[in-house]
Structures are given as structure tokens and as C-alpha cells.
Nanobody, 115 residues
Framework: QVQLVESGGGLVQPGGSLMLSCAAS????????MSWYRQPPGKERELVAQ????????NYADSVKGRFTISRDNARNTVYLQMNNLKPEDTAVYYC????????WGQGTQVTVSS
């Protein structure tokens, strides 16, 4: 079955960096676009970034443009989210998702930005 396992979250100070990873299995990873979402405390889940199947096209939410970078390694069936210059408002549970499949979500990884 489809599995998406996020890792790399944690507590970081404002201005710091984290790299999230999402290991995928159970489907042919290299032919699907992937995305990262986040859900801040008490708020709805929101799209953060998307990447095409070959990594050649990416899109970002305005709130993270210039600070976050989505990438993928199709040989490792993994999608990444490099997060730089983190702000307190980036605090959220971060999820990866296979685009086009409403139920294909990971369990999430907590990112907390606080001094």
C-alpha cells in the first residue's frame, strides 16, 4: 500500500533552517508530482510547495517563496523541503502528499520555530 513517511522536523530558533524528508513507497514515485502541505495550530491545512514528477517545475505559496525549496530524488523515492530563514509563523505540522490522490498523506512531522 501507499506509504509516505515524513521526517526532519523539530524545534528551531527564528532564522534557522531545517530540511524535511518524505520517503515514499507503494507506488511508482518517479511518475507522480508531489507536494508539501502544513497545518498551523488551530488553522486549516495549506499548500506549501509542489514539484513535478521529474523535478523540473516547482511552485510555492507566497508566504514561503525565496525561503523554502522543494526537491526530489527519484532514485531514492524521496521528496525534500529545505526551509531557511524560518519564522514563528512557519510553526506547523508538515505533510507530504501525492498530487491527485486525495487520501495519500503522510503522518506529518512537527516544526516549531521559537526562541
Amino acid at each position: 500500500q501507499v506509504q509516505l513517511v515524513e521526517s526532519g522536523g523539530g524545534l528551531v530558533q527564528p532564522g534557522g533552517s531545517l530540511m524535511l524528508s518524505c520517503a515514499a513507497s507503494g507506488f511508482m514515485f518517479s511518475i507522480y508530482a508531489m507536494s508539501w502541505y502544513r497545518q498551523p495550530p488551530g488553522k486549516e491545512r495549506e499548500l506549501v510547495a509542489q514539484i513535478s514528477s521529474n523535478g523540473g517545475s516547482t511552485n510555492y505559496a507566497d508566504s514561503v517563496k525565496g525561503r523554502f525549496t522543494i526537491s526530489r530524488d527519484n532514485a531514492r523515492n524521496t521528496v525534500y523541503l529545505q526551509m531557511n530563514n524560518l519564522k514563528p509563523e512557519d510553526t506547523a505540522v508538515y505533510y507530504c502528499k501525492r498530487i491527485g490522490f486525495p487520501t495519500d498523506w503522510g503522518q506529518g512531522t512537527q516544526v516549531t520555530v521559537s526562541s
